[in-house]
Nanobody, 119 residues
Framework: QVQLVESGGGLVQAGGSLRLSCAAS????????MSWFRQAPGKEREFVAS????????YHADSVKGRFTISRDNAKNTVYLQMNSLKPEDTAVYYC????????????WGQGTQVTVSS
């Protein structure tokens, strides 16, 4: 059974940085995208970034481009989200998720980690 465990969230002042981690276990991910999503209170979940496990191609939402960077460590089966120049509007629960490259739906989700950016 695939498990995704996020960590690294917390409270930070505007302009600060955080690095989120997502440790994956219980499967192999050679044909998958690992992604980060976020959901703020009262808002729909939105895509943040994704990375192809093999090859490392990355995609970032326009709202975070230039500030956030997704990366992965294949040996540790871990995906990271480096978040710099954080803004109060980045406050949300951040989730990692995994899907096959030939599918549009995400099969597995983590439990989420809270990021709060104070102004």
């Amino acid at each position: 059974q695939v498990q995704l465990v996020e960590s690294g969230g917390g409270l930070v002042q505007a302009g600060g940085s955080l690095r989120l981690s997502c440790a994956a276990s219980g499967g192999t991910f050679g044909s998958h995208y690992m992604s980060w999503f976020r959901q703020a209170p009262g808002k729909e979940r939105e895509f943040v970034a994704s990375i192809r496990w093999i090859g490392g191609s990355t995609y970032h939402a326009d709202s975070v481009k230039g500030r956030f960077t997704i990366s992965r460590d294949n040996a540790k089966n871990t995906v990271y989200l480096q978040m710099n120049s954080l803004k109060p509007e980045d406050t949300a629960v951040y989730y990692c998720a995994v899907r096959r490259v030939d599918r549009q739906t995400y099969d597995y989700w983590g439990q989420g980690t809270q990021v709060t950016v104070s102004s």
